[in-house]
């Protein structure tokens, strides 16, 4: 913030960021710390969580730093900043696992159908003693 200076009435305002071809355009803009996290999600559901602290700092009136590479038409649907906690562990709606940038599958058996099994196996216990 110390980086801006301050406008009079009618001013121009001060430039934040060189939006060009390459860059795209801008999708959020955050004030952060170093003790948060960004997490990034794109439309086809990918996740990213990044500490901040492990991103480069750079002036502004930049073309800024690529955090996340998008394949195709997908787009960048939501960015938020969180707090850091050091070896936390998230479930998405998926079932994934996603722990310092690595998916890892989940066991994703319905608890119903392990019921099911254990009614089924009393059923036949109860027959056996008839």
Do not use: C, F, W
């Not at 502004?60 to 850091?84: C, F, N, P």
């Amino acid at each position: 913030i110390e980086d801006y200076r301050v406008t009079n009435r009618g001013g121009k305002g001060v430039k934040t960021i060189n939006v060009t071809e390459k860059t795209g355009q801008l999708v959020s803009i955050k004030d952060v710390t170093d003790s948060e996290d960004l997490m990034i999600i794109n439309r086809s559901g990918i996740v990213i969580r990044i500490p901040v602290s492990a991103l480069r700092v750079m002036g502004r009136a930049t073309q800024g730093v690529r955090l996340i590479s998008l394949k195709g038409d997908d787009e960048i649907a939501s960015v938020t900043k969180i707090d850091h906690e050091e070896d936390e562990e998230e479930i998405d709606l998926e079932g994934v696992i996603v722990t310092d940038g690595e998916e890892v599958e989940a066991d994703t058996t319905p608890e119903a159908e392990e019921s099911e099994e254990e009614n089924d196996s009393e059923g036949e216990d109860e027959k056996e003693e008839n």
